[in-house]
């Protein structure tokens, strides 16, 4: 009797269709980047705008696992003013056709259609905090919400949108604003400059500390209406961080005057 109790409930785990979803949706979950930095993010839009006094005045990028976007680099195009408007990414030509990678693992937060600039494009989030946009492409790979690995295939290469001919406009951005990606990538040689950068509230990218510094202890006197979260935003941290350093737990109540350790 018992054997066929056990193997009824072995079925009923694995024939139900309620449990195959479960688990396929389990599959699919998607990795993200700190929760503190995209709390109100505009989904809807290639560049959201937040507040610069939600940026973090600090905050670590770790970009060892890049990965080129096409395998051969030719820039046709950098960071800058052209034609008397900002262009916010780099060219890179390319075949029509030409298979594109993801420069970071993470997954694609949007795909769609823009008539006026980028044409077929794809926004892909970074666990690293980092989001990059291929624009101009002829077809996108993945949908929306598929997670995806350095230097997985996720677009073909196009001239779609505003495009004088065949090429890749590949955008690095942080909390919505731009960043010029030769601050980051040495496109001549295909690789990251280094492993970590800092980005900060004034749109810099900074060099990481050199690896023989000391950790510096820095604290936080807890004012009115500060919460754990809030904190966490303020010093580009997360909340398990602060809960660590801190012997809390993620619901504890702080007190004014209270003092909190953030590194």
């Known amino acids: 009797m018992l054997r066929i109790v056990i193997l009824l409930i072995f079925c009923l785990f694995v024939c139900s269709p309620i449990s195959a979803q479960a688990l396929a949706d389990g599959s699919r979950s998607k990795p993200k980047p700190p929760s503190s930095l995209y709390d109100g993010y505009r989904e809807d839009r290639v560049h959201a705008y937040i507040p610069v006094s939600d940026i973090p005045d600090r905050y670590p990028i770790h970009v ?31 075949e029509v056709g030409d298979t594109i990678a993801s420069a970071f693992e993470g997954y694609v937060r949007k795909t769609g ?33 598929t997670e995806v690995k350095s230097g997985q295939s996720i677009a073909l290469g196009g ?60 604290c936080h006197r807890v004012q009115k209406g500060d919460t754990l979260l809030s904190i966490a935003k303020k010093y580009a941290v ?8 801190n012997h809390l737990e993620r619901n504890s109540k702080l007190r004014k005057g209270q003092i909190i350790r953030y590194s």
């Open 64 to 94: 060892s696992g890049f990965v080129m976007p096409l395998a051969d680099v030719l820039v046709t195009s950098v960071y800058g003013m052209r034609c008397k408007k900002m262009h916010r990414g780099i060219d890179l030509a390319l």
């Open 113 to 145: 259609y823009d008539y006026g600039g980028y044409g077929r494009f794809m926004v892909v989030r970074h666990l690293n905090g980092l989001e990059t946009v291929y624009g101009h492409l002829q077809t996108c790979l993945l949908d929306e919400g």
């Open 159 to 218: 001239n779609t949108g505003r495009s004088t001919g065949p090429h890749l406009h590949f955008e690095i951005l942080f909390m919505g604003q731009a960043i010029d990606p030769r601050r980051i990538i040495d496109f001549a040689e295909k690789k990251v400059h280094q492993p970590t950068f800092y980005y900060t509230k004034n749109n810099r990218i900074v060099p990481n500390k050199r690896p023989d510094q000391k950790k510096e202890i820095l």
């Open 238 to 245: 997360t909340v398990d961080e602060l809960c660590r350093y």
